[in-house]
């Protein structure tokens, strides 16, 4: 296997010129930054990532923890992060924790033994947690996406839910709607919770009574959403409209409803909050609240590097603000 060595000699310069020139660390000429690349092409030199990590004391890699689900809220996002890291020419590794605190802790612990330059968090059902491991490595840096409160410190990437919550209620009280049930997620869940308080502030702000038999709590996934609109069924008359606290449980809310013969908007409005791809591609087309998942990839990538580069020290909080997205699901009454 051709070395810097056996690039130097061929083209006639310095090892450390050889160095400069393939690692980009230094301005060299183009005529001699010409004969190294063509020398190292001649001798089918590859370049060992790992020498150059353990000289540079970074591999350019970002490991990513996720929680499985079938939302594709999950896919979107990750989709900003991998785009971010490869315009940043940086490689991802992606973990997935299946929801288990045992199995997120010991992917976290080979990312780290594989020397990631920092980490991205994205597993909200273990929020809370107390994470000793990362007290062994203090000076990886780590993005928390969709969490809420931390027992270590880290730089945090969210959305509004609060507002979101807010905007979607009120949303349904602007079309004339007075009563407003909802399915929420995970209650001790913080992304989760803070929709339902936005939920509570707009129906308080209008003087609308809140119905305890059209409030359920649910698991953020197309079956929960079903059978939670089965139970509302079941409970008694239904309320005029329905703010669903995320796009997979509207899906589920709607078969449901199609099912039973319940027309939505007609006799049922129902407003969603995520905005996944589909939304728009349910029938009807579902009103709903836009997270951008996209941005909120490349604002976790972002963060992690300013840590990364020391550009920025202080932990952040990076917030993205959510939009009311108008489609079929709600009548105007």
Same mark, same amino acid.
């Given at each position: 296997?051709?070395?810097?060595?056996?690039?130097?000699?061929?083209?006639?310069?310095?090892?450390?010129?050889?160095?400069?020139?393939?690692?980009?660390?230094?301005?060299?000429?183009?005529?001699?930054?010409?004969?190294?690349?063509?020398?190292?092409?001649?001798?089918?030199?590859?370049?060992?990532?790992?020498?150059?990590?353990?000289?540079?004391?970074?591999?350019?890699?970002?490991?990513?923890?996720?929680?499985?689900?079938?939302?594709?809220?999950?896919?979107?996002?990750? %989709?900003? !992060?991998?785009?971010?890291?490869?315009?940043? +020419?940086?490689?991802?590794? /992606?973990?997935?924790? #299946? @929801?288990?605190?045992?199995?997120?802790?010991?992917?976290?612990?080979?990312?780290?033994?594989?020397?990631?330059?920092?980490?991205?968090?994205?597993?909200?059902?273990?929020?809370?947690?107390?994470?000793?491991?990362?007290?062994?490595?203090?000076?990886?840096?780590?993005?928390?996406?969709?969490?809420?409160?931390?027992?270590?410190?880290?730089?945090?990437?969210?959305?509004?839910?609060?507002?979101?919550?807010?905007?979607?209620?009120?949303?349904?009280?602007?079309?004339?709607? %007075?009563? !407003?049930?909802?399915?929420?997620?995970?209650? +001790?869940?913080?992304?989760? /919770?803070?929709?339902? #308080? @936005?939920?509570?502030?707009?129906?308080?702000?209008?003087?609308?009574?809140?119905?305890?038999?059209?409030?359920?709590?649910?698991?953020?996934?197309?079956?929960?959403?079903?059978?939670?609109?089965?139970?509302?069924?079941?409970?008694?008359?239904?309320?005029?409209?329905?703010?669903?606290?995320?796009?997979?449980?509207?899906?589920?809310?709607?078969?449901?409803?199609?099912?039973?013969?319940?027309?939505?908007?007609?006799?049922?409005?129902?407003?969603?909050?995520?905005?996944?791809?589909?939304?728009?591609?349910?029938?009807?087309?579902?009103?709903?609240?836009?997270?951008?998942?996209?941005?909120? @990839?490349?604002?976790?990538?972002?963060?992690?590097?300013?840590?990364?580069?020391?550009?920025?020290?202080?932990?952040?909080?990076?917030?993205?603000?959510?939009?009311?997205?108008?489609?079929?699901?709600?009548?105007?009454?």
């Amino acid at each position: 296997m051709a070395t810097m060595k056996d690039i130097a000699r061929l083209a006639g310069v310095s090892t450390s010129t050889v160095s400069h020139v393939i690692n980009k660390t230094r301005f060299v000429s183009e005529e001699i930054s010409e004969r190294v690349n063509n020398a190292a092409k001649e001798l089918n030199y590859a370049p060992s990532a790992l020498a150059r990590s353990l000289k540079m004391n970074r591999t350019r890699t970002i490991g990513m923890l996720v929680t499985t689900s079938t939302n594709p809220f999950f896919g979107e996002v990750v %989709k900003g !992060v991998e785009r971010s890291c490869y315009h940043q +020419n940086y490689n991802l590794i /992606l973990c997935n924790t #299946e @929801g288990d605190t045992e199995r997120m802790k010991a992917s976290i612990d080979t990312l780290l033994q594989k020397r990631v330059d920092g980490l991205i968090l994205m597993c909200a059902t273990l929020a809370g947690e107390k994470l000793d491991i990362f007290e062994q490595y203090p000076s990886i840096p780590v993005v928390v996406m969709d969490w809420g409160p931390m027992h270590f410190e880290s730089d945090k990437i969210q959305d509004n839910s609060f507002l979101g919550g807010y905007l979607a209620t009120k949303h349904l009280i602007e079309n004339g709607h %007075k009563e !407003v049930g909802c399915i929420t997620g995970p209650l +001790n869940r913080h992304q989760a /919770l803070m929709r339902y #308080e @936005g939920y509570k502030k707009a129906l308080k702000e209008h003087h609308l009574a809140i119905n305890p038999d059209w409030i359920i709590e649910s698991d953020f996934e197309c079956d929960g959403g079903a059978k939670s609109f089965e139970t509302l069924i079941e409970r008694g008359p239904l309320p005029s409209s329905l703010f669903v606290c995320n796009d997979m449980m509207a899906m589920g809310a709607l078969n449901v409803a199609h099912a039973k013969g319940i027309k939505v908007p007609n006799e049922l409005s129902i407003i969603g909050y995520d905005d996944i791809h589909i939304a728009k591609y349910m029938t009807p087309s579902l009103t709903t609240i836009h997270q951008p998942k996209y941005r909120l @990839g490349k604002a976790a990538v972002e963060t992690l590097l300013a840590k990364i580069d020391k550009t920025d020290l202080a932990p952040d909080v990076v917030q993205l603000e959510p939009s009311l997205v108008v489609r079929d699901s709600v009548k105007n009454i």
